[in-house]
T-cell receptor, first 114, second 113 residues
């Protein structure tokens, strides 16, 4: 299994540009989530999904959209990038939405918005 | 709202020294507690987790953590650190619906050979 994969690894955007961060998992996990990691702030939840067709907001959802059309993929869209969205983005998944489940993280995407 | 505090931002130890990293959370109900580790250039991976039962939890690579409910704490310990333990350590709490984690700000551990 490849586990959780993310593309791209690095991206530079100009303010106002849009882009999609890709996340895929091959473990047939029901639950998937996106976090952003900023210095001195740890990881914060952006959006999550408990199954195909079901998404919900986390702590910091503004400026981001998600969809979950398949079990495997959970893309994160930035509609109009802002410098405040410069961060490292991690996708994670777990077998189910149960609170005891271990989350498996992807390698991250470093995003710089100029 | 839930919050997680990690008071040590950067800890520097020599090899064979003992380690204790603090983690406190604010939530009055039932919590699930986790420690994740991020080695340089690698993914976050689970060190250990607590759900119920014995408050002393053992994880991988010789790490353990103790849940003290009265202190809202879940401190991470290791009796003797190695250079390979150099990493960033995150405490996390799951106290709500689904599997949403609230992370602390992380503690960077540097172990000097």
């Amino acid at each position: 299994n490849a586990g959780v994969t993310q593309t791209p690894k690095f991206q530079v955007l100009k303010t106002g540009q849009s882009m999609t961060l890709q996340c895929a998992q091959d473990m047939n996990h029901e639950y998937m989530s996106w976090y952003r990691q900023d210095p001195g702030m740890g990881l914060r939840l952006i959006h999550y999904s408990v199954g195909a067709g079901i998404t919900d907001q986390g702590e910091v959802p503004n400026g981001y959209n998600v969809s979950r059309s398949t079990t495997e993929d959970f893309p994160l869209r930035l509609l109009s990038a802002a410098p405040s969205q410069t961060s490292v983005y991690f996708c994670a998944s777990s077998y189910s939405k149960g609170r005891m489940e271990t989350q498996y993280f992807g390698p991250g995407t470093r995003l710089l918005v100029l | 709202a839930q919050s997680v505090s990690q008071h040590n931002h950067h800890v520097i130890l020599s090899e064979a020294a003992s380690l204790e990293l603090g983690c406190n959370y604010s939530y009055g109900g039932t919590v699930n507690l986790f420690w994740y580790v991020q080695y340089p250039g690698q993914h976050l991976q689970l060190l250990l987790k607590y759900f119920s039962g014995d408050p002393l939890v053992k994880g991988i690579k010789g790490f353990e953590a103790e849940f003290i409910k009265s202190k809202f704490s879940f401190n991470l310990r290791k009796p003797s650190v190695q250079w390979s333990d150099t990493a960033e350590y995150f405490c996390a709490v799951n106290a709500g619906g689904a599997n949403n984690l609230f992370f602390g700000t992380g503690t960077r551990l540097t172990v000097i050979p």
